[in-house]
């Protein structure tokens, strides 16, 4: 069973394919600038992307991961994922607080998908 | 490779099922009267209730993730996965700390296993 | 499809693989004497142990896992991390804040890879 690597950086790669799964790294906002929705909107952006360029979309996602630095910004961020979200197809997930490496970001998410 | 998903909630499924793993949402306790080590009874049951209704048992269980809002109470929760833990089967893991959702709950795990 | 476990301890095992993946614990240092990227070595060199265990080896991993009690001291982490890392197979990777069972860890780490 091969592995796929996908947009390596210095330290990660940003999607991995092994044996009919996706990985994706924890992705967080570019801009930096919006708040908990508009973050949030940008990571789910990039994560359709993501998942494109694996062969794959939302619609076979398996496993959500999100990390907040502060928990009470939950629903804000769950305003976007609600709007993203497909509906019949929605995955096993678990949001905790947790501080993350750049203070300016305000949500990350790593999601696992079916290819 | 189909994905078979159980008990979809507004924001995600409690169970995810694809090639062979089940993927758990990350549960918490509904009774959050209770104490740490309650409340990670509670947790424990649940997850024998979705791996059961996934075809599958703790037996089979992969990995663990453990989430406590005060890493302080491990023990607590030890006592508890230690009383259900099938020692002739027990899953990588890795605990620590991170506040929840809501702030009544003192525990939170999402397991994967072998269907 | 079988399950193997390595290495269990009272509470989890070390090593566990099935379909074609290893799942390995989050991993700590033995000495908890060395700093961030002194600890991060030795984690680094568990993982190898582990996966060659299985029958693996980092050029196959997956996805990991980084917890840190203090996330600003992801640099010291990153320099043991650029050090061990195979360029041409990095895997996804998330990086998160948050405290460790044992206030003298300093980072652990969990990964998967292909077997």
Redo the contacts between chains.
Sequence with gaps: ?S?V?HE?????????V????V????ITAADTSADVKGQTVQVLDEIDRLLALCGTHKS?I????I?LPK?ST?PQM?EA??LW?D?A?????????????DPAWLV?I?V?A?V
Tied chains: 1, 2, 3.
């Design positions: 069973m592995i690597r390596p950086s210095s330290i990660l790669c940003n999607a991995v092994h044996n009919g799964v990985y994706l790294a924890g076979k398996l496993t959500a991961s990390w928990i939950r769950n994922w609600n979200s509906k197809n929605l995955p096993a997930r678990a949001c905790v607080e947790s501080k993350l490496a990350e790593a696992t079916a």
